[in-house]
């Protein structure tokens, strides 16, 4: 009884109208507005980003990371641009720009949303980076927002507990049995909700409703972001992460063709792009 009424608290808090979540970095909004045009402009570009040092600094980071790096380093905007790619770079910037997201007062919460980010940035990673790799184009960008968002009902409950605790003081919702119980039971019908509200597109509102799912009858997207999900946690990342044997034998992992040695190949992606994501 006690966790319903946790739960219902949590639920009835998000959608009360007191609660959201930060709005988007300004800097990524006019990236994007930039690069959906054509052609590109290049120095246009280069100046979004370096008017923000956060950002700016992340996509040098990423332009040398082990998964990006060339012969020599990159030292500027520019050439990190187009060792990038303007895809890559812009899914790099949307990256640092919904890490800010991820903050609570509390420090216990604090630590809970950092191993959530890294987990949610890892998986829309690893989901770009399968989708490609099995050969399914035209639907990275999809892939990589998926998940991004799959968890995002996650997120919104974190953040209301940390803003109830503000309310209330910080014994609310002390328990922390109690609240990984009500992160479990209920993120998938939050992420749902909320993306629905916010007038997200379908397919995410799916994804975040159905990465747990046993049915295997969703669309590519939600396949591919669900195999990310389980390979981003069982490298130890995430909430409710585990280790296990590296499997192909998943009904994702059949539905797509993914063999055993592909599944390794992410693994490694996974490790190389942890500096990216933390």
Known sequence: MQNRSSFDRVIAFIESGEFSLPVNNPVALRLQQVTAGSPEDMGRIEEIILSDQAIAAEVLKAANSPFYCGLSPVRTVRNAIVRLGILQMRRIVILVSERAKYRARHPDLERMLTDLWRHASTTALASQWLSKRVRLTGIEEICFLGGLLHDVGK??????????????????????????????????????????????????????????????????????????NERSREAGLGLNAGSSAIRAATPEARLLNVTEELLKELQEMIEEHLDIAA
């Open 155 to 228: 997120l919104a409950i974190l953040r209301a507990v940390d803003e109830i605790r503000d309310l209330e003081g910080p014994g609310a919702f002390s328990s922390h049995e109690l609240l990984h119980e009500l992160l479990q039971a209920a993120h998938c019908s939050v992420g749902h909700k909320l993306l629905q509200d916010w007038n997200i597109p379908e397919v995410y509102c799916q994804i975040a409703r159905d990465h747990h799912s046993q049915d295997c009858s969703g669309d590519l997207p939600l396949l591919i972001v669900r195999l990310a």
